[in-house]
């Protein structure tokens, strides 16, 4: 099975990449990572050990990361995710699996260094964590097999601001660092493929588990409404699951390799990634950038595994 790390601020849609990943059975997943992103790292850290608990899974080690980004203030998303971070669907929840002993930073750079070239870091946060783990230790950008996040739009406008993407809005400078650090692989899940993903209650309606069809429509209900409001139609974007979904099936999605900066530096356009189509810059090439998704592939794959039994 392939090693995983997955890097979450627990939020509603990374929730459910932590469900699609876990129930894939397709990963040996070393443990998941927590940010300040969405919600505070306490609830982020929170949210994923009730996620855990929710699958009965309590193999899995859940270890917290960076309380701030780099240089600046947190940005919560309460207005999107709800005051618990879940869309109030565990809110009563009392957490049986406890978080792990460690920080986050370190734990990648370990994971890394004790399994050379096979570790997959998805990434559905801001980029803190894995840039505080670059910087204390450049030696492990050489020996990661693969870098899949989720964050930025290089077509179309932002989601918080006209041009910036959440993730890399909140940390731009954590985002600077991991696209420029040199990963071999690394794969951009922007906003130009997630918002295509849409979950529908006719997908929720397809899910045989009770339990976790439940949870999902539950979980997404006010985030579909505030979708409802804006767009017309009731659904809200797989913004993390994606990124999930690209690191269990390669074909979902089609990349093409740019060179890709994010601005840290302008009153309207921080967080804005810059994706150079035209090489004006004529500067290496860095990021795997997602511009088309299959998004009937994406569902079929997410409510397959929705309905596989977990033993
Ligand atoms: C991203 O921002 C967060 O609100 C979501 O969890 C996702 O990671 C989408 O822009
Ligand atoms: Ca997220």
Redesign the pocket.
Known sequence: KRKLILDV?T?I??AIGIILAVKSKQFDILGITTVN??VSLDTATRNTSKILDLLDEREISVIKGANAPLLRNSFF?HR??GEDGLGGALMDIKVKKQQDDGFAPDFIINSILNFPNEVTLVM??PLTNLALAVKKCPQIINHVKEVIF?GGVVHGGG?VTPTA???MYVDPEAAKIVLHAGFESITQVG?DV?RKALLTEEHIELIENQKLADYIRSSTTDYRKRYFERNGIWACAM??PLAVGVALQQDLVTREKFYVDVEVRSELCDGQTVCDFQNRLMKPKNVNVCLDVNVEAFFDMFIRIMNSSLD
């Open positions: 601020d939020g849609d990374d992103g969405n998303e999107i995710h559905t946060g989720m989601n993407e959440y993730n906003l997630t913004h993390d």
